[in-house]
T-cell receptor, first 111, second 113 residues
């Protein structure tokens, strides 16, 4: 995952907003993704954004894409304890079909 | 639609033994992917199939690893002569050509002792 970087940890209070950041290096990436992983489980697709978009909103989730800076963020509004998990940013670079993942951000929601 | 399923969920084996994992994709999905995830890391791509054809293999997929998808439905991943470094979560994902969502199964956790 060296082509996709994320900070390792984030703690927020219940009810606050969380913002998880990601940078990627492949400017040809056309789709960028956010996945959630709970302990011992597989990955749950949360949302994805096409590279010609700046923003995508889906209920409590907002994805922002700054293509110039190759920066992607995921904002979770009104964060709940059930949002505690590891969040992975991923890209499909160039003409590839497979995902390239970051190392994940561990989100801890404090009561 | 029952999602992607994987069996077994956990496997403990002794070094040098062979193991085989199975993945059943979502029924109408023609693309199937295998990834490996070690502790504290994101998943890393191993290989993928479109229908029964294996179209790409990562250099992570050493000659001890082999994957098949004989009828374009379920897939198996075999590891021969397992090593302790093979201990990881093996994840399977599927998608339909022309769509961009990859859906993951719950994974098979392999422990090599």
């Amino acid at each position: 995952g060296e082509d996709v970087e994320q900070s390792l940890f984030l703690s927020v209070r219940e009810g606050d907003s969380s913002v998880i950041n990601c940078t990627y290096t492949d400017s040809s990436s056309t789709y960028l993704y956010w996945y959630k992983q709970e302990p011992g489980a597989g990955l749950q697709l949360l949302t994805y954004i096409f590279s010609n978009m700046d923003m995508k909103q889906d209920q409590r989730l907002t994805v922002l894409l700054n293509k110039k800076d190759k920066h992607l963020s995921l904002r979770i509004a009104d964060t709940q304890t059930g949002d505690s998990a590891i969040y992975f940013c991923a890209e499909i670079p160039g003409s590839a079909r497979q995902l390239t993942f970051g190392s994940g951000t561990q989100l801890t929601v404090l009561p | 639609d029952t999602g992607v399923s994987q069996n077994p969920r956990h496997k403990i084996t002794k070094r040098g033994q062979n193991v085989t994992f199975r993945c059943d994709p979502i029924s109408e999905h023609n693309r199937l992917y295998w990834y490996r995830q070690t502790l504290g890391q994101g998943p890393e791509f191993l290989t993928y199939f479109q229908n029964e054809a294996q179209l790409e293999k990562s250099r992570l997929l050493s000659d001890r690893f082999s994957a098949e998808r004989p009828k374009g439905s379920f897939s198996t991943l075999e590891i021969q002569r397992t090593e302790q470094g093979d201990s990881a979560m093996y994840l399977c994902a599927s998608t339909k050509s022309g769509t961009r969502e990859q859906y993951f199964g719950p994974g098979t956790r392999l422990t090599v002792t």
